[in-house]
């Protein structure tokens, strides 16, 4: 009995040590992971590409919709009234300048020219008689045979008949012109549309007969914001700046054309307004496009792009070094410390990858470019040289991202396993804890 009450006392003092080394284990690790933690508090610099924030100048990616039309595109109108004879096209193909594509009926034209042809041979008949008649009696003046007076109306009325010469010429040459517009021939060189008039119909002077468009030229005219006119005009003065050039893409091929969707053609800027519409703030400009392969029409909607207009001396960042704060766009400032600081910025156009800050930020200051996500304000950097390429630092950014996210997840699988264990070893413990007792 006393022994048994001995052992007793023995197997609880034993439990108690085992307790107490079990609870100091765990402060232990309490510690250590309290430790860790202020450890993880405080970072060590983190490499991140900075760069200094300059004046540049900036070639933009703007485009703006238009309208095509044709340079020369021509109404073809009788000019004279009549019955429409015969067509000598077929409708819808090209034409060439000078040929001929509508007759008129002629007889009643051929028949005006005759009679104005005879009453000019009249008129000259009249004009020789009293051109003899003005001779005689200037000699009949001369010997004192007839009187000033009749020696003037002798010239009146050779006057009178040079006058009626002229007349007859005139109205011969009309009468002619007339019979020549009975033959209607093409003004330009073009592909021509559907007849507006039957033949065998009466046509009036001025009536229309058909369109002419030239397509191996287009026109396209569109609006530029009165900041990008202004921008352009004072660029075009610049002798040193780049030429700016206009391309043209019809988005409506995508759906019927996908092979030609992107196929854009060059072209010049012929115009740009001398004044700004006061309704829409805009600047009228035209661009003038070689289309040989006729595939881009009059009437049709297009986007023009300029290449090359610039904004010259702006400051810009790489568009990866921008984020979206609780306040609106920031950049990531380096302070003297290498200490990172957030900061609000106003944004101006995108320069391609670049992004233009229009306030909010100086010349000389640093900027953080690379790195972004995994920097917070009050963080230290350790500075590397930016490469100057924004595309090649948004590619390495992603990279790094896509490391980081599988490094944390493969910290968090062995914090997991650690927990597990320890539990596992604490609850077998205490399991002995209660056989013993």
């Keep these: 009995m006393r022994l048994t009450t001995i052992h007793r006392r023995f ?61 020369q595109q021509v109404t073809v109108v009788a000019r004279v009234s009549g019955v429409l004879q015969e067509r000598h096209y077929e ?5 060439d300048e000078g040929e ?46 007839v009187s000033q007076q009749q020696l003037d109306e002798a010239r009146a009325t050779q006057e009178t008949a040079q006058a009626a010469v002229a007349q007859a010429q005139a109205a011969l040459d009309q009468a002619q012109l007339d019979l020549d517009y009975t033959t209607v021939e093409a003004p330009v060189t073009g592909q021509i549309s559907l007849s507006e008039v039957n033949v065998g119909n009466y046509v009036q002077q001025q009536q229309t007969l058909a369109t002419i468009t030239p397509l191996q030229v287009v026109e396209a005219r569109f609006s530029l ?11 075009r003065r610049q002798p040193d700046a780049p030429e ?7 988005p409506t091929l995508a759906p019927s054309l996908p092979s030609l969707a992107n196929q854009g053609i060059r072209g010049t800027i012929d115009y740009l307004g001398a004044s ?39 400051l810009a960042v790489p568009e990866v070094a921008v984020t979206e704060g609780l306040k609106g766009p920031q950049v990531y400032v380096l302070d003297d410390n290498q200490t990172v600081t957030s900061r609000f910025v106003d944004l101006g156009e995108q320069a391609g990858d670049w992004q233009i800050i229009t306030a909010n930020l100086k010349p000389g200051e640093r900027v953080v470019v690379s790195a972004i996500g995994s920097l917070s304000p009050g963080d230290k950097v350790k500075p590397q040289p930016f490469d100057g390429d924004p595309e090649v630092t948004q590619e390495a950014d992603s990279g790094q991202a896509q490391a980081a996210s599988q490094g944390e997840g493969a910290a968090q699988g062995e914090s997991t396993a650690q927990t597990k264990s320890g539990d596992q070893g604490s609850a077998t413990a205490q399991g002995s804890q209660g056989d013993q007792g």
């Design 91 to 95: 409708e819808g193909e090209q034409v």
């Design 276 to 314: 700004v519409d006061t309704s829409t703030s805009t600047v009228q400009a035209e661009a003038v496009f070689e289309n040989p392969d006729q595939l881009f029409l009059p009437g049709q909607f297009v986007r023009v792009a300029l290449e090359g207009l610039q904004r010259f001396q702006v």
């Design 100 to 145: 001929l594509l509508f007759t008129i009926e002629q007889a009643q034209y051929e028949a005006a020219v005759r009679q104005q042809r005879a009453d000019l041979q009249s008129a000259r008949a009249e004009l020789n008689q009293a051109q003899r008649n003005l001779d005689r009696y200037q000699r009949l003046y001369q010997q004192n045979s």
């Design 11 to 71: 197997a609880a003092i034993a439990a108690l040590l085992l307790a107490l080394m079990l609870t100091a284990c765990g402060s232990e690790s309490e510690q250590q992971a309290q430790q860790g933690g202020g450890q993880q508090q405080q970072k060590p610099p983190r490499p991140a590409q900075v760069m200094t924030v300059e004046l540049r100048d900036l070639q933009l990616d703007k485009s703006y919709p238009a309208l095509l039309r044709s340079e």
């Design 244 to 250: 700016v050039s206009a391309w043209l893409r019809a």
């Design 225 to 235: 914001p009165e900041d990008d006119a202004v921008a352009l005009r004072y660029q």
